[in-house]
């Protein structure tokens, strides 16, 4: 059963950095685009971040230019490097198969807290 396992969260006063990863062994990771995601409290899950298998990175408007998507195919692995954070980026954030049709069980996610 794939697992996907995200950290790296916590809390951030406005204008830091955090660096989240999200590790997805087990999962053809090589040939498949990944995404960030994250639910804020009463809010819907919602799209942040997708990079494609060969590396090409897209964001929400709200997080382009100072979220950055990466990967390491070695080690099955996504990052997620978010800058200048805002407050209303606070929010639990999960890594997932960017394709709806090839998803897996989501993880526990990661708590991102920006509060001065």
């Known amino acids: 059963q794939v697992q996907l396992v995200e950290s790296g969260g916590g809390l951030a006063q406005p204008g830091e950095s955090l660096r989240l990863s999200c590790a997805a062994p087990?999962?053809?990771?090589?040939?498949?685009?990944m995404a960030w995601y994250r639910q804020a409290p009463g809010k819907e899950r919602e799209w942040v971040a997708t990079i494609t298998h060969s590396g090409g990175p897209a964001y929400v408007d709200s997080v382009r230019g100072r979220f950055t998507i990466s990967r390491d195919n070695a080690k099955s692995t996504v990052y997620l490097q978010m800058s200048s954070l805002k407050p209303e980026d606070t929010a639990v954030y999960y890594c997932?198969?960017?394709?709806?049709?090839?998803?897996?069980?989501w993880g526990q996610g990661t708590q991102v807290t920006v509060s001065s």
């Open positions: 087990g999962i053809s990771f090589r040939s498949l685009s």
């Open positions: 997932n198969v960017a394709t709806i049709g090839r998803r897996v069980d």
